[in-house]
């Protein structure tokens, strides 16, 4: 059986979607957890729904991409529950910026590395020190995207920065390595959350056509990164690191194959224009 009971767990951008997902599943696995979330609202909501699953809970107003406001949560965090076992850095955001490369501005590129990348440097490096204060199993699990595995046209910023925490993952795997603090990431197809809702943004007439365009059928849900995390940060991972699981359904396999209504594969389009209604 899967018990964190005695672990502490840091969750960034825990309010909603796949950070939520991720800390009400440690929370039911008997992990105390701390949230950083930016959005008031979603700060209530989660601190109310842990309060009634009996978690030992932590959840803080906290922009992550801000050194001081980090810091601060992390002394909180050290004071209330004495280090941490657990970090998932989870924020992330591609901002609305889809277009061609040369319309895209100096300030939507600061933009993006602040929620994509950087906040990833600023919490994992406060973080460490509380790390390092645990025993036996300290992971860290990165959040990035499939988008940093394959080509993405109209959003080459957010994909270049998502293939950075690959890297970021990788290297810090291999530097935390000997004092057995582990660094994995979870890199989701398209997902159903409150910030991007596939099956809204397929047209109508195409929805029923999903189910052949990624190969186990539907997009991802939140609880299909929860479980990824949930293997990463338990003793079943305990010789793993360094490496990024796929969520994807099989899309990235699939390598732009796709299944026609009667059943068959191509790699040709199958809808007339792009599919999306936006």
Same mark, same amino acid.
């Given at each position: 059986?899967?018990?964190?009971?005695?672990?502490?767990?840091?969750?960034?951008?825990?309010?909603?979607?796949?950070? &939520? !997902?991720?800390?009400?599943? %440690?929370? @039911?696995? $008997?992990?105390?957890?701390? *949230?950083?979330? +930016?959005?008031?609202?979603?700060?209530?909501?989660?601190?109310?729904?842990?309060?009634?699953?009996?978690?030992?809970?932590?959840?803080?107003?906290?922009?992550?991409?801000?050194?001081?406001?980090?810091?601060?949560?992390?002394?909180?965090?050290?004071?209330?529950?004495?280090?941490?076992?657990?970090?998932?850095?989870?924020?992330?955001?591609?901002?609305?910026?889809?277009?061609?490369?040369?319309?895209?501005?100096?300030?939507?590129?600061?933009?993006?590395?602040?929620?994509?990348?950087?906040?990833?440097?600023?919490?994992? &490096? !406060?973080?460490?020190?509380? %790390?390092? @204060?645990? $025993?036996?199993?300290?992971? *860290?699990?990165? +959040?990035?995207?499939?988008?940093?595995?394959?080509?993405?046209?109209?959003?080459?910023?957010?994909?270049?920065?998502?293939?950075?925490?690959?890297?970021?993952?990788?290297?810090?795997?291999?530097?935390?390595?000997?004092?057995?603090?582990?660094?994995?990431?979870?890199?989701?197809?398209?997902?159903?959350?409150?910030?991007?809702?596939?099956?809204?943004f397929v047209k109508p007439q195409y929805r029923e056509h999903v189910q052949r365009w990624i190969p186990l059928g539907r997009?991802?849900?939140?609880?299909?990164?929860?479980?990824?995390?949930?293997?990463?940060?338990s003793e079943l991972s305990a010789w793993v690191t360094g490496v990024t699981i796929h969520m994807d359904g099989g899309a990235?396999?699939?390598?732009?194959?796709?299944?026609?209504?009667?059943?068959?594969?191509?790699?040709?389009?199958?809808?007339?224009?792009?599919?999306?209604?936006?």
């Amino acid at each position: 059986m899967i018990s964190f009971a005695g672990k502490t767990a840091l969750v960034t951008g825990g309010g909603a979607g796949i950070g &939520r !997902a991720i800390a009400e599943a %440690l929370g @039911k696995l $008997g992990a105390r957890v701390a *949230i950083a979330e +930016i959005d008031p609202a979603r700060v209530e909501a989660v601190r109310a729904a842990l309060d009634g699953s009996g978690v030992e809970a932590l959840v803080s107003a906290t922009d992550v991409r801000d050194v001081a406001q980090v810091e601060t949560l992390m002394s909180q965090i050290d004071q209330r529950f004495g280090g941490l076992d657990i970090v998932v850095n989870n924020v992330g955001d591609f901002l609305g910026v889809v277009k061609p490369f040369d319309s895209t501005t100096e300030a939507e590129w600061d933009a993006l590395y602040a929620v994509n990348l950087r906040h990833m440097f600023i919490v994992t &490096r !406060a973080a460490l020190p509380l %790390l390092r @204060k645990g $025993g036996q199993g300290r992971s *860290i699990i990165n +959040i990035s995207t499939i988008e940093a595995f394959r080509g993405i046209p109209m959003c080459p910023i957010y994909s270049a920065f998502k293939a950075g925490v690959t890297g970021f993952t990788k290297s810090m795997a291999l530097e935390l390595a000997p004092e057995g603090i582990r660094v994995n990431a979870i890199a989701p197809e398209t997902t159903e959350t409150e910030q991007v809702k596939p099956s809204q943004f397929v047209k109508p007439q195409y929805r029923e056509h999903v189910q052949r365009w990624i190969p186990l059928g539907r997009f991802g849900e939140p609880r299909d990164a929860a479980g990824c995390a949930i293997f990463l940060a338990s003793e079943l991972s305990a010789w793993v690191t360094g490496v990024t699981i796929h969520m994807d359904g099989g899309a990235l396999a699939a390598g732009g194959f796709y299944r026609t209504p009667e059943g068959r594969w191509t790699n040709t389009p199958v809808v007339s224009d792009s599919g999306f209604g936006f």
